[in-house]
């Protein structure tokens, strides 16, 4: 039996950091009801990351609307609406993340709600929170990156700010929802009592940051330095940082620099005896090591330094990735699939419960294919 069984998850969410908290959830064994509009559903149906298209609609949509049904209800009517309160009073979990003052206007702020059932949780997702002058900002992921400082740790010292290649600030924000909503889960386990759980993008991408942050908060206010030279964390010291080979590329995380000369055989490096060079003089330090590095493979030096317990990786593309025996063995892909001809490949819930790997073969719904079983099964008034 998987944990969540039994519940009864609505997603009223759309694109990205709603749907990721429901998917989790899901995942982990719940039943989890998409309620979108009949009239094109989800945005993200047409929200496309490549060219790449399945059976009308974006990947990215069927790949975090997997194992979900669809019930189409256009909140703005009444019978609708009417539907939607009869679903909601049978429900355990409600997710949401439209800009605030959205489910208010439609009647299904949590006051409301709770009133139809007081034991529900009810999980909001906003993008700056509900009060102060960037309430009402657009809440997308590159910008709250922005906003945030994040882009502005990355990338070289003299070079922009960098953002990062992934949504990263729609999924943290899902996952820490998902979250409260297990801990809410768990509070009415005891008292009986459903709960309000609200989380925001810009809260979250700052609690991403609360390593550095917090480091900037208690030495007086002292900005970080980007590195120069291939700048990978604005706060750690040389040797960190991703380099060049002659055949591609090796990451060498924290590590002492005389060690690292002697191993790989660069005499420059021995002169930084003192711990504190490898900060102050960080980017003379990673330039002598940039030179070096590139007279060798990625293979050469691997050899050389994992024997030594040296922290250091190799720099997979996502093919070579994909081969390896280190990734094949976490069973990290499954297929799931809307019908017979369409399917996708896909990752699973990185979650194992008691040993078990997390895999379910329901692709994403089309727009409303379960509202009439759903009305049947739930005895909801036609």
């Known amino acids: 039996m998987r944990p969540l069984e039994g519940l009864l998850v609505l997603d009223f969410s759309i694109f990205l950091s709603g749907p990721s908290a429901a998917l989790r959830l899901a995942d982990l064994g719940a039943r989890v009801i998409k309620v979108e509009r009949p009239d094109g559903g989800d945005l993200c149906r047409q929200l496309y990351i490549s060219e790449l298209e399945l059976d009308g609609e974006s990947t990215l949509f069927h790949s975090i609307n997997r194992n979900k049904e669809s019930f189409a209800a256009n909140l703005k009517d009444a019978a609708d609406m009417a539907r939607a309160r009869e679903l909601i009073a049978q429900a355990d979990v409600l997710v949401s993340n439209f800009r ?3 489910m208010t206007r439609l009647g299904l702020d949590y006051d409301t709600v709770r009133e139809i059932n007081p034991r529900i949780v009810y999980g909001e997702i906003s993008g700056y929170g509900n009060e102060g002058i960037w309430v009402y900002k657009p809440g997308q992921d590159l910008l709250l990156q922005s906003i945030s400082g994040l882009v502005w740790l990355n990338g070289d010292a003299d070079r922009p700010p960098t953002p990062f290649g992934l949504a990263v600030v ?20 005891v008292t009986g009592e459903g ?22 908060l208690n030495d007086g206010g002292k900005l970080p330095q980007r590195s ?19 055949d591609g590329y090796l990451a060498l995380a924290m590590g002492s620099i005389p060690v690292l000369g002697e191993l790989l055989d660069c005499p420059p490096l021995l002169a930084y005896t003192d711990s504190a060079t490898w900060f102050t003089c960080r980017d003379e330090i990673k330039g002598i090591l940039v030179e070096h590095l590139r007279g060798g493979s990625t293979q050469h030096w691997l050899d050389i330094l994992e024997p030594q317990d040296i922290w250091c990786s190799d720099v997979l593309s996502w093919d070579r990735l994909l081969q390896h025996e280190g990734f094949k063995v976490l069973d990290m892909v499954q297929e799931v699939s809307r019908s017979e001809t369409v399917k996708l490949d896909t990752t699973r819930c990185p979650i194992r419960i008691d040993g078990e790997i997390l895999k379910y073969e329901k692709g994403a719904p089309r727009i409303g294919e379960d ?5 049947r099964e739930f005895a909801i008034s036609g």
Do not use: K, W
């Open 371 to 375: 509202t009439n079983s759903i009305m």
């Open 195 to 216: 709960g309000l759980v609200q989380v925001s993008l810009l809260e979250s991408i700052l609690d991403f940051q609360f390593e550095v942050l917090t480091t900037h």
């Open 170 to 189: 729609d999924l943290f924000t899902g996952a820490h929802l998902v979250q409260g909503i297990l801990a809410c889960l768990v509070r009415r386990g």
């Open 100 to 102: 605030p003052g959205v």
């Open 228 to 246: 120069a030279i291939n700048n990978a964390h604005a706060y750690l010291s040389a040797p960190y940082g991703i380099y060049e080979t002659s």
